[in-house]
């Protein structure tokens, strides 16, 4: 006689309610489990949009308005490529008078948070006799993801010369 012949169904029942409570205990193991898994990558992918709201795209094209200390005024455009790089050209209307104003290369960093950093030769009129050339720094942050502001530096390569400082503005053109 085997050992299942020999059960009595009180041992037969008794068997089988320990194999359905281990397989339920093994399903709601797997159920909580899985819940799991799939709140933690709900949470995952909340975070990864909410990283991408607050990191603003630099690349493209700026309008850039600075104004020094001393109330000076200056205009130019600012093109960031993806490779941190890119370039600066006046945008003064009284550099035709001169020709055509050339770009130069520039450089973008992003820090922490909305914080950016954009630098690069540029050359400014002086009335209408001349150009001061230097390195323009500008550190802002930005406001919304077609606004930066902060603050700029010149520093000029003519003579002994202070740096100039100020505030600048860039507004992404519509286009």
Avoid: Y
Avoid at 118 to 146: H, I, M, Q, W
């Amino acid at each position: 006689m085997t050992k299942l012949e020999g059960m009595t169904n009180g041992q037969m029942t008794n068997d089988q309610h320990i194999i359905f409570s281990s397989l339920v205990l093994r399903a709601s193991f797997v159920i909580r489990h899985s819940s799991f898994v799939i709140f933690f990558a709900f949470v995952l992918m909340l975070m990864t949009k909410t990283t991408n709201a607050q990191s603003p795209n630099l690349i493209g094209r700026w309008n850039v308005e600075i104004t020094f200390a001393n109330e000076e005024h200056r205009s130019l455009r600012f093109e960031a490529r993806s490779d941190g790089k890119g370039t600066l050209a006046p945008a003064d209307p009284r550099a035709a008078a001169w020709g055509a104003a050339q770009p130069s290369d520039a450089k973008w960093s992003r820090s922490e948070g909305n914080a950016v950093t954009f630098s690069g030769p540029v050359e400014f009129l002086l009335g209408n006799v001349g150009r001061d050339a230097g390195t323009l720094v500008c550190k802002g942050k930005f406001e919304t993801s077609d606004l930066i502001t902060g603050d700029a530096e010149f520093s000029s390569q003519v003579g002994e010369r202070p740096s100039k400082h100020g505030t600048f503005k860039a507004v992404r053109p519509k286009e």
